[in-house]
Nanobody, 122 residues
Framework: QVHVVESGGGLVQAEGSLRLSCTAS????????MGWFRQAPGKEREFVAA????????YYADSVKVRFTISRDNVKNTVVLQMSSLTPEDTAVFYC???????????????WGQGTQVTVSS
């Protein structure tokens, strides 16, 4: 069993920055990819960013490229999403996911956190 926990959400003003962390624990030997997804009210869950634990390759949604940076600490089984130049359109619940590969589709991930709220005020 793998347990995924996010932290770091909150309220921030537009153009501000926020740092989200995600830690996977348990049987993490099967985890080779971790990603972030988000879901805004009334919208479907969408891909934000992902990173491969082995290669460090990163993947970003076009809407966050340049503004967001994903990084990993394999020793701590932690992934960080550094977000900057935030806009009200970034307001959403952000979910961390872990799975056998870094992917841009939610179905590729087997383990999910409970989500952390990010609210950007104008």
């Amino acid at each position: 069993q793998v347990h995924v926990v996010e932290s770091g959400g909150g309220l921030v003003q537009a153009e501000g920055s926020l740092r989200l962390s995600c830690t996977a624990s348990g049987r993490t030997f099967s985890i080779y990819g971790m990603g972030w997804f988000r879901q805004a009210p009334g919208k479907e869950r969408e891909f934000v960013a992902a990173i491969s634990r082995s290669t460090g390759n990163t993947y970003y949604a076009d809407s966050v490229k340049v503004r967001f940076t994903i990084s990993r600490d394999n020793v701590k089984n932690t992934v960080v999403l550094q977000m900057s130049s935030l806009t009200p359109e970034d307001t959403a619940v952000f979910y961390c996911a872990a799975g056998p590969t870094a992917a841009v589709v939610a179905g590729a991930y087997r383990h999910w956190g409970q989500g952390t709220q990010v609210t950007v005020s104008s």
